[in-house]
């Protein structure tokens, strides 16, 4: 059976770093592009960023360019989030996702796939 497993949550001060991981099973991992969604208290679900199965394409939201990395390793089928100089905007559920294609690829109706998702939060 599918499953999409987050990890590497937790309590950061603002400055700070975390890296997520998701591993992935069930699926054929480096056939889809692999995205990573967030949801504030409160907050509807937002696109963070994504990476396409095997080439190059990255797509990331402009709150987080230049502080946020997505990255993969097919042979491990894990899709990581290293996230830094994070700030308090940043706490969410970080949730992984996984699709096929890469067209409209910040609509979370497209990804097939999710995972229970890990806790980010940052203090001030």
């Known amino acids: 059976q599918v499953q999409l497993v987050e990890s590497g949550g937790g309590l950061v001060q603002a400055g700070g770093s975390l890296r997520l991981s998701c591993a992935a099973s069930g699926f054929a991992f480096s056939n889809y592009a692999m995205g990573w969604f967030r949801q504030a208290p409160g907050k509807e679900r937002e696109f963070v960023a994504a990476?396409?199965?095997?080439?190059?394409?990255?797509y990331y939201i402009d709150s987080v360019k230049g502080r946020f990395t997505i990255s993969r390793d097919n042979a491990k089928n894990t899709v990581y989030l290293q996230m830094n100089s994070l700030k308090p905007v940043d706490t969410a559920v970080y949730y992984c996702a996984a699709r096929t294609g890469f067209v409209s690829i910040t609509d979370d109706s497209f990804y097939a796939y999710w995972g229970q998702g890990t806790q980010v939060t940052v203090s001030s």
């Open positions: 990476i396409n199965g095997r080439g190059p394409d990255i």
